[in-house]
């Protein structure tokens, strides 16, 4: 398997190479990220439609993009929901992501071809409009694998979206670029519908401690997670992790530049893990912002 | 506990003496075990010493991976890491004899992992493609993919 602009590289090497790049097959696995500067929705619909109903994996945009780049965008945030049309024209035109050409719906395609997608991965791509993002997503109920990076959106409906359509999630990783809230209830309904999550991260989230508590304790089988760039958290929560880590199977807790951990909740947490007969915490990693 | 032996003979009369266990991932020596033909060193015809070797050392590697899969993961790529393209072709062709299936996807990945970000001209070189479209053909396939060739 190659990304998909290396498919098309190898189909005009010779007229074989060209009838095998025909096959539904090589498209199950659709990769955009090298040729992010040059693709756009006509592509992606062209590749889609070629995949007929092979695909399985998804990804578009650029992957090595600048972070810093969209977080100290001054653009103002646009959200386009249903009947919100007056908002937009008020606020005018988006400057354009850097080298993306897509689309703010270049995913309604999945609408049709996304029901046996398992992975998706969406990198950098800007604006893009929320209902038919969720539209999209809706189509997915096969997802297992979750990426979604640099994307101005709001993640909360995406995180229902998931629990009430993508139950068998087993890998999400969301960078909240956009700052959105997240509440109790969505965290709660998360938690309790996707059973299947191993591997979770959630970057720039404002969580408090109660809620990556429920986080952090509510998956059976969780065994990465990933809250770095959380304000809110002083690891308060760590106190009921500490007490119940032979029953969990959790190995890496990463809190990377979590401002406001409290450096007494963190040795107070390794102090209980050392004194465990066991440790199944493997990799706990975090850095504390110190004044 | 004693394991019973197996001896495969290479096509350059190489012989190769090896657990059963490790035999039967090759999956047309298994099946040939078990049509009782064990008893004889099995002989097989179109896979050379070098290349049946490199297959028996990912067969003892892998003899026990039905589970845990991704444990091989490092290990897999380092072991295509250092084979020349020659010799990846040729144990595409005995992976493909034997039934070893997960080699036969590994070296596959291998080969294709050599024409990422290459422009068509190096991969034809590099597998010695001679080139059948005419000039209008290619061009239209150029144009046609044109987001491909920036």
């Known amino acids: 398997m190659v990304d998909t602009k290396s498919l098309m590289q190898a189909s005009t090497c010779f007229t074989m190479f060209n009838k095998c790049a025909m096959d539904p097959l090589c498209y199950s696995h659709i990769d955009l990220t090298k040729a992010f500067k040059y693709v756009d929705d006509r592509v992606l619909h062209t590749l889609l ?65 996304g029901n046996l997608l398992t992975s998706l991965h969406i990198y950098f791509l800007g604006f893009m409009n929320m209902d038919s993002l969720l539209d999209s997503l809706s189509a997915c109920s096969n ?59 959630l970057l720039d989230f404002r969580l ?22 959380t304000a809110g958290i002083t690891g308060s929560f760590l106190r009921n992790l500490g007490h119940r880590s032979n029953d969990s199977p959790l190995q890496t807790l990463i809190l990377r530049d979590c401002f406001s951990l409290q450096e007494r909740e963190v040795v107070e947490f390794l102090n209980s893990l050392i004194g465990e007969t066991s440790d199944p915490l493997d990799t706990l990693m975090y850095q504390a912002t110190t004044v | ?6 001896v495969l ?22 099946h040939m075990i078990d049509d009782d033909c064990a008893d004889k060193a099995i002989r097989l015809q179109n896979v050379t010493g070098k290349i049946l070797a490199i297959i028996i050392e990912y067969c003892k590697k892998h003899v026990d991976d039905v589970e ?17 393209m020659d010799t990846l072709f040729k144990l595409l062709d005995a992976a493909d004899y034997l039934i ?19 422009t068509v001209n ?29």
């Not at chain 1, 945030?77 to 992501?97: E, M, Q, T, V, W």
């Not at chain 1, 993508?166 to 996707?194: A, R, S, W």
């Not at chain 2, 005419?134 to 239209?140: A, L, N, S, Y």
Request: include cysteine; glycine fraction near 4%; hydrophobic fraction near 40%.
């Open chain 1, 49 to 113: 439609n070629r995949s007929g109903k092979q695909l399985r994996s998804l990804k578009l945009g650029r992957v090595d993009a600048p972070g810093s780049v969209f977080r100290s965008s001054c653009l103002p945030p646009l959200i386009h929901y249903r009947n919100s049309a007056s908002r937009s024209l008020k606020l005018g035109r988006d400057a354009p992501s850097p080298g993306c050409f897509f689309t703010r719906s270049c995913l309604d395609p999945l609408k049709l071809t």
């Open chain 1, 143 to 201: 997802l297992t694998d979750l990426k979604i990076v640099g994307v101005n959106v709001l993640l909360e409906p995406i995180l229902e979206l998931l629990a009430r359509k993508c139950c068998l999630i087993e890998h999400l990783f969301l960078d909240n670029c956009y700052q959105g809230m997240i509440t109790y209830p969505t965290i709660k309904l998360f938690v309790t519908n996707c059973l299947k999550i191993t591997s979770l991260t």
């Open chain 1, 208 to 229: 408090n401690d109660a809620m990556a508590q429920i986080l952090v304790t509510g998956f059976r089988i969780l065994k990465y997670i990933n809250l770095s760039n």
């Open chain 2, 1 to 6: 506990m004693s394991s019973k032996k197996i």
């Open chain 2, 9 to 30: 003979t290479s096509s350059d009369d190489e012989c190769f003496e090896i657990d059963e266990a490790v035999a039967r991932k090759m999956q047309m020596v298994a």
């Open chain 2, 68 to 84: 845990a899969k991704n444990e091989f993961v490092t290990w897999d790529a380092e072991f295509v890491k250092n084979i020349d």
């Open chain 2, 100 to 118: 070893v299936i997960g080699l036969k996807n590994l070296i596959a990945q291998a080969i294709a992992d050599y024409t990422a970000d290459k």
């Open chain 2, 122 to 150: 190096e991969i034809r070189e590099l597998f010695n493609i001679e080139n059948d479209y005419t000039p209008e053909e290619e061009e239209e396939l150029r144009k046609k993919n044109e987001w491909a060739f920036n």
